[in-house]
């Protein structure tokens, strides 16, 4: 990719253009703010920073430029907040609030349940979570029955134990009980945004506790099709470990009963850049219809000569008896920022309901 043609760094989101945008903005919402004295501030050694440090130092600059105390500060950011011009951006408010709001908690929970409908609240809110986890709880357990489906989000969201981007959430990691009820409350929720985090928090959970998670969805309705999908979602990474409990709970916990009549991993060598096409015929051997779920790894050659081994989802399907399927997927060999290949043999395995049933490989040049 020409560097012309390159996506622009995350960071730029708070560059000199959207600062300028809230200087703008604020003093249309409040006459005499200090443009100029916030610009000078919020741009000190921005280029050096990235983007969370950008993120707080906007949210400092804010403190030292509005007015008045926490309260009439925080009403000029609520009438900011509609008129900022990109979601992320607007974290910068909710940043605010942790930073300068601990001692406001009633005051501050209901202001990140404004400001997540905007963007969202789910790093701030850590900061209360972090100081007093049962009173916050009990907030965003209210939170998960709201109207708004931003809010139900940043009820599970936000006190996920690893949360991204974020500080992971001690107490949680060690015992995930008190979030039981938000994710009750949530099995089922009819927006994807909301079901898409309680997944992920589902997800989260089993990488420490996976019985906890297994208890807990146990009773839960499969018949019903939103609380399905949080299911499957939530026990991928189990899955892709071939987890004989989470592939039953997929309708895939018996051995395959299928022969791979070809697997084939193409080219057989290339240079950085290029992409590998994987492609697989399987034909049923099973007297009855059978749920697979074909996954793919790929043993990525590390720095110092060993590999590790990358699980991707492929596909989920009924075979029926005799029945025969092929499949093919590309996977592009490039360097990313979360990895970076190196020269050698990568071997790429073929996985059906957990077990490794074909395999081929690829060389990387140098």
Known sequence: MAEADAAPLLKEIFNHARLEHFALETADVHPGFDSGRFLALATVDLEAMSIMQRLRQVAVTFHATLPGGFATNLEILRALAPRINHNFASIV???????????????????????TRFGSSEFAVRHFLLKDLS???????????????????????????????????KELLADPSPVAPILENLK????????????????????????????????????????????????RTLVKKGDPRALHVLGAGDKAEVTV??????????????????????????????????????????????????VFKWKELELAPGAAVELSISRAIRDFTTRVHYPGRHAVELIINGEV?????FELLG
């Open 93 to 115: 408010l909710p940043e605010y609030v942790a930073l300068y709001g601990q001692d406001h908690f009633d005051l501050s929970m209901d202001a990140l349940a404004f400001f």
């Open 135 to 169: 009173r916050s709880l009990k907030v965003m357990e209210r939170w998960s029955t709201d109207e708004n489906e931003h809010v139900r989000r940043l009820a599970s969201e936000g006190c996920r134990p690893r949360l991204p981007w974020s500080f992971q959430l």
């Open 188 to 235: 089922s929720d009819p927006s994807l945004y909301v079901r898409k985090s309680v997944a992920n928090h589902l997800n989260d959970i089993t990488k420490d506790h996976p019985d906890w998670v297994f208890d807990k969805i146990a009773h839960w309705d499969r018949e019903d099709a939103r609380t399905a999908w949080i299911m499957r979602q939530a026990l």
């Open 261 to 310: 009549e070809a697997f084939t991993v193409t080219p057989s060598s290339m240079q950085l850049g290029g992409s590998v096409k994987i492609t697989a015929r399987l034909v049923s051997t099973a007297s009855n219809p059978q749920k697979l779920v074909i996954d793919y790894a790929v043993h990525y050659v590390k720095k110092a000569g060993g590999t590790s081994k990358k």
């Open 357 to 361: 049933l074909a395999e081929g490989a």
